[in-house]
């Protein structure tokens, strides 16, 4: 099964920069895999999708981050990118990669990539 690693995370001050990777063992859209999400969660939240990008490539966004992120991928190294700018305190969690298929996210929960903005 793919397995999908995350990184690029860090620490940076409100209004900075950070891409995020999501790198994958294989092809990512195969089988009932149809899209790509990323998810945050902070501590005392619960998980919540922040981006999906579609085999189609379509993509969608929470309301939080719209005009801000953008999903992309896969390249031709099974990466699928988060592009983050003007980042902002409450966007500080843990960010995870997941496939999806039409009934949802699937497949176990990897480390993630910590994301801290400070103010």
């Not at 209004?15 to 902070?42: D, M």
């Not at 992120?69 to 031709?76: K, L, M, R, Y």
Request: proline letters at 3%; aromatic letters at 6%; one cysteine or more.
């Amino acid at each position: 099964q793919v397995q999908l690693v995350e990184s690029g995370g860090g620490l940076v001050q409100a209004g900075e920069s950070l891409r995020l990777s999501c790198v994958a063992s294989g092809t990512i859209f195969v089988g009932v895999v149809e899209a790509v999400g990323w998810y945050r969660q902070a501590p005392g939240h619960q998980r919540e999708l922040v981006a999906l990008v579609a085999s189609d490539g379509s993509t969608n966004y929470a309301n939080s981050v719209k005009g801000r992120f953008t999903i992309s991928g896969p390249d031709a190294r099974n990466t699928v990118h988060l592009q983050m700018n003007k980042l902002k305190p409450e966007d500080t969690a843990v960010y995870y990669c997941k496939r999806h298929t039409t009934l949802g996210p699937v497949g176990s929960w990897g480390q993630g990539t910590q994301v801290t903005v400070s103010s």
